[in-house]
């Protein structure tokens, strides 16, 4: 399914309608260049999950985590080279724990992925505001 979002806000609630559908041990995996909503689409999810605190790109981390009715374990593997480095630092363990992987940069550990992954691909629309975002694997 397609959307598009004029704004942050949008997108976020975009984010926040598909957080209705998501159960323990599920994996979205995120497509997109820099700046286009990822982390504001997480903020969404992040929301509809009942989390608490502040959402941020764990760029830096590699992971955070939100505490909420279902967890949240937000990933940016932009800095990651393989799936490998990925297995270091507990990938196994996050799938394990029952909460909602969203995986930014998905694309660098296809391999690592589970079969029954959530996609959601975000691009620049008609104008440097608008995003196109496709979810597939799952009806909002």
């Known amino acids: 399914m397609q959307y598009i979002s004029g704004s942050v806000s949008e997108t976020e609630a975009i984010g926040e309608k598909l957080a209705k559908r998501l159960h323990p041990g599920d994996v ?5 260049s820099l700046g286009m909503g990822k982390t504001a689409f997480t903020r969404g999810l992040a929301r509809g999950l009942g989390c608490r605190g502040r959402v941020t790109s764990p760029t830096f981390t590699i992971v955070n985590e939100y ?4 967890p949240l374990f937000h990933f940016d593997l ?5 799936s490998d480095e990925l297995y270091d630092i507990g ?19 296809t391999d690592a992925l589970p079969p029954e992954v ?12 608008e ?7 799952v009806e909002l």
């Open 28 to 32: 979205i995996a995120f497509t997109g």
């Open 67 to 70: 505490d909420g009715g279902i």
């Open 78 to 82: 932009y800095r990651l080279a393989s």
């Open 91 to 109: 990938w196994d363990d996050y799938l394990a724990r029952g909460g909602v992987c969203a995986v930014e940069w998905s694309e660098r550990v």
């Open 118 to 129: 959530i996609t959601v691909d975000l691009s620049r629309g008609a104008s440097d505001d």
């Open 131 to 137: 995003r196109v975002i496709t979810v597939t694997g």
